[in-house]
């Protein structure tokens, strides 16, 4: 499994870039999209919409199932990734390069893991 | 403690997905719900269903009682046949859908969902009458379905030309496939060209590879039970517990082929005629919004809700978000523009045309 360095982990499957002050990227990792299968749907927050750590923004669809997408952080939606509206796919075949959201105003997190813990906790959920 | 089909170390070694289903361990998917469909839609796939129930029913007054448990007609059918029915309980509500085999005139084998098993063998054997004998064979039995439109080519590998059966629900019996003697019946839930296999349980493995082997050139791939359900909905299939349960009578759900209301007294009969014409129609929606729509959504037109989704989910052929619904029948006109609950959230969709797939000749 592919887990950067410079990311952090929350335990529901999100990745976080903390891209600068107080501006964070937020994503799905490589193990919740092989978990979930292909994606066929992502449903996203506005652009301007408040998040709270631990409380969904969101949520993907494969053919079996949907699961929510968890905000590791508080913040204030930036922007969102467009393109998946129409591609979600893009998450499985680049989960780390594919963000959801661009968060700003960032300034406080789920209790976040560093790549070793969280391969950790995966190789526990296995 | 849930049962293992003959196949269930195969499933596991192959790394499949396993999850328990109906009282067994069956496979969710091998490798992905979206390739094993298209592998079904395209080239050829193969499905362990051992977890389906078989039934005969047997004796020289067997046809009588079939007639009567079951809504369909029989007495017109010739051996080799195959024929759909609902099987319905006194209030005109479905107890589960078969598939009858007329073995001969004395003999019939019914094939039964695996969930209801229990169920329909006792709903049945209360119910027998005159020189008439029941018997589960279903721990015995190994089904496998083969299914897309190149099974014929694989299974022509493996078997005589005159063991294929021929038209669409016809079936041949002991027939040699891979040395294996099978009943091998024009049938699926795919809504594909296919084959269903029923063989001894012992023989699965044996006749599994030979299957996979056969197929390898042609694309062949296992399939779980995740691409069934997908491709049974994109066919617009019924199933069990979703468009129909033991509320909703066969007529309201679109069934009326495999009702046979002329015929003489059947269980159900008086309650079908006595509920009269159905206030309620299956239809078929297609998302016009963005979104995905499943099962148990509530489906608006404006504030007022006119039904329930029974099935719903993104259809990888057609590649769109579909839904099977039980509505009221006024509303039930093509094109009709409906919203359908999912989560808190209101997603269009428009009353489209079943099946959302059909097969090209």
């Known amino acids: 499994m592919n887990t950067p360095k410079n990311l952090k982990y929350s335990k529901t499957h999100e990745w976080v870039e903390f891209t600068g002050e107080g501006t964070a990227k937020v994503g799905l990792t490589d193990f919740a999209q092989q978990k979930m299968g292909k994606l066929v749907f992502v449903n996203l927050p506005m652009v301007g919409d408040e998040l709270s750590p631990g409380e969904p923004f969101g949520d993907v669809e494969s053919v079996k199932a949907v699961s929510d997408v968890i905000s590791p952080v508080d913040g204030t939606v930036e922007e969102v990734n467009e393109d998946l509206l129409d591609a979600p796919g893009m998450i499985n075949d680049d989960p780390y390069g594919t963000w959801l959201v661009k968060v700003s105003g960032v300034s406080s997190s789920d209790d976040l893991m560093t790549a070793e813990e969280y391969e950790a906790f995966c190789a526990e959920e296995e | ?361």
Request: aromatic share 8%.
């Open chain 2, 1 to 361: 403690m849930e049962k293992k089909t003959p196949l269930y170390d195969y499933h596991v070694s192959s790394g499949a997905k396993v999850v328990p289903f109906a009282g067994y361990l069956l496979p969710v998917q091998y490798t992905d719900v979206i390739d094993e469909h298209m592998a079904v839609r395209t080239r050829v796939g193969i499905f362990d269903v051992s977890h389906m129930g078989e039934v005969i029913i047997s004796g020289p007054d067997a046809l009588k009682n079939i007639n009567y448990l079951f809504t369909n007609d029989f007495t017109n059918m010739t051996d080799g046949r195959v024929r759909y029915s609902p099987m319905c309980n006194e209030a005109g509500g479905v107890v589960d859908d078969l598939l009858i085999y007329r073995m001969n005139q004395n003999k019939y084998m019914v094939v039964v969902n695996a969930s209801n098993r229990e169920k329909d063998v006792e709903w049945m054997k209360a119910r027998l009458f005159g020189d008439t004998a029941l018997e589960d064979i279903s721990d015995s039995v190994a089904q496998i379905a083969l299914q897309g439109p190149s099974s014929e080519k694989v299974l022509a590998k493996l078997t005589d030309a005159s063991c294929l059966p021929e038209k669409y629900y016809t079936f041949t019996d002991n027939c040699e496939v891979a040395g294996i003697k099978c009943l091998i019946s024009q049938t699926g839930y795919t809504g594909e060209f296919g084959y269903e296999l029923y063989c001894e349980a012992l023989d699965a493995l044996k006749l599994w590879n030979a299957l996979l082997q056969a197929g390898a050139n042609e694309g062949l791939i296992p399939c779980g039970l995740g691409a069934r359900d997908t491709l049974r909905l994109e066919a617009a299939m019924p199933l069990y517990g979703h468009e129909m349960d033991d509320t909703v009578s066969p007529l309201e759900t679109g069934l009326d082929f495999g009702v046979k209301l002329q015929k003489d007294d059947f269980v159900g009969k008086s309650a079908l005629i006595a509920r009269g014409e159905p206030q309620i129609t299956r239809v078929g929606l297609k998302v016009t919004g963005r979104g995905i729509i499943r099962e148990h959504s509530a489906v608006f037109i404006g504030d007022e809700i006119i039904g329930n989704t029974t099935s719903g989910t993104f259809l990888p052929f057609l590649n769109g978000a579909y839904a099977m619904a039980l509505i009221d029948k006024e509303f039930g006109t093509l094109g009709t523009a409906v919203s359908v609950d999912v989560r808190g959230r209101r997603i269009a969709a428009e009353v489209v045309a079943l099946p959302f797939y059909k097969k090209s000749k």
